[in-house]
């Protein structure tokens, strides 16, 4: 009833009904063949309910498309950064689906009016409160402002909780890995609770329900998941850099099957699960990636808290301007980034000159592990290509540190009725 009554008042259009059920079929059937995809479902979530403000992990480029499978009679309207829903060959089809553009470095009101008007007319919305793909596997922080959402929106809140999705399509992997994902949905807020909770009781009920974790689900199932891929290992060592026996950042290479220390005689052979196997004669300090992933950003804070400084060649590309003022002459800059404890600079080459970026605002630096990194001077925002492989998680690491230091979000992670 209330569903239909949304229907008549005007708003933003949603998905294109064709376009979306034609794309949900060819998704059901290719998440069927490649993951053996099930889902568990919340009966309450029903054909004729809604609409709902849906939040989910974010684990893969996938999970859109995993969100949407989880809740099949409902036209859902996605939340997407801009670099994604710009993207020349995506944009003619991401407009059909209707999705809601949000902006980085900047305060997105128009985003959060066009959520609003969209549940006001009868859309469901969907929208990834860690607002970046796990760099690990496990939960990305994220502050207040999705609470805050749902508390205005005072509507029901759906979840869609995927496991094997990282596994699935790792952060650091080029390619989806076939294997297995289960997916269960929840009604994690009633309409009432919604709009009676505290802002603070909403944010721990979103954070407890996102806090899992792959390889904690690989060790609960009775028989773990095996993933297909023949270079488990590629690329894992943009992510998880700093060696566990010699202590060296940036020693850990990866090829193939293998993750491996070029300074000593570490070598860790993953998987078909997503865990480590020591080589013969090489120790195993860690049983898969995210544990590994953990211990750095660990041994980070205790480096940088010492007074050590970490250095990598670099290269910074003008990326736009959101504010008011002019452009930089130069484009193009090439030179060294420079991580202390009070921040992050970064010295030209020639002219030596300094610029200082912003790090620590956002525990989710828009990136690519082991390629660029998004950073802000002031208004201007450049692009950085670090040379070390593993710079840009280093980077992350460390404005998640900083901005865990400045709010409480460990607390949100543990039961109050515990």
Sequence with gaps: MVKDKAKDKKGPPGPKPLTYGFFLFLARLLFKLLYAIRFERDPRISRGTGPYFMV??????????ICALAFPHQRIRFV???????????????KRFGIIEIKPFRVNFSTTKEIITSIAAGHSVALYPETQRSMAGDITPFGLATAKLIRHLKAPVALALCRGGYLGWPRWSKLLRPGKMEVETRLLLTAEEAAALPVEEIQGRLVRALDVDDYSWQTERRRPARFFSRRRAE???????????????????????????????????????????ASPGSPAPFDHPLQLATWQRKRLAEYMESGQTLTSSCRLSFLENVGIGPDPEEKELTGSLCLQ????????????RIIRLEIGQTPSLYCSPGAYVNLAEEEVIWRAYPEEEGYVALLTDFSRQVWLGDNPFQEYRRDPEA
């Design 235 to 277: 690329k894992v060592s943009s992510v998880c850099h700093w060696c566990p026996v010699c202590d060296q950042p940036f020693a850990l290479r990866s090829h193939k099957q293998f993750l491996y220390c070029s300074a000593c005689d570490l070598r860790l052979r993953m998987d078909a699960t997503g865990f480590f196997a």
């Design 80 to 94: 997407s950064g801009q670099e994604v829903a710009n993207t020349p060959f995506l944009r003619p089809l991401l």
């Design 56 to 65: 989910a992990n974010h684990i893969a480029y996938v999970d859109p498309i």
């Design 341 to 352: 404890s009070d921040g992050l600079i970064f010295q030209a080459e020639g002219d030596g």
